[in-house]
């Protein structure tokens, strides 16, 4: 059996191909098409896993070198945005309000979530900048929760976060920034 036919069965045994499967069992087969091309292929372990890293990333989207201000990799979105903006042709979630000049954003930079991760949403807190040329910036996943507000003491305009350093930071919706939170016994 070789290793095409070892994964095929895990497919079937984790029930892919099943009608009452995600997507009606058409995963299993779209798995194994993938798994017989790569199959074919004959690569050795170094690189199969160089190949496999690759195809990752092509197949979500990523860019394999920096975006840079050259204006042929932007296409003009001012009139659907009604504004000066122009969007990447690489990454069509990063966007420059001046063409030419050395920063992009991008408007997947933070997802956050109000339900301790089941889903996520975006907002204009969203944007993160980046330096041209450059890489998007990785997408950060904020979680956050309501608590009472220590300046206005309503539960309903603040939440906190705790950040990728694991400091614990809150904002008011009144105060408009983020402030650490001294985690004093008041608060708790």
Known sequence: MTGTDTAVEELKRAGFYDKDSAYEGMLGPAVEELLRTFGKQGHSGMSAATVLVLFDKVAKGDVLSP????????????????????????????????????????????????????????????????????????????????????????DESTYYVTDSDDKKMYRCIHMKAWHEDDLNEERK
């Open 67 to 154: 975006i840079t201000s050259d204006p042929s990799e932007w296409t003009d979105v001012a009139e659907q945005s009604g504004r000066t903006l122009w969007q990447s042709r690489r990454c069509p979630y990063v966007f420059t309000d001046n063409l030419g000049e050395d920063t992009a954003y991008s408007i997947e930079g933070k997802v956050f979530s109000d339900d301790n991760g089941e889903t996520y949403f975006q907002s204009k807190e969203s944007r993160v900048n980046f330096d041209l040329p450059g890489y998007p910036p990785e997408k950060e996943y904020v979680i956050y929760d309501l608590e009472v507000c220590r300046d206005c003491k309503s």
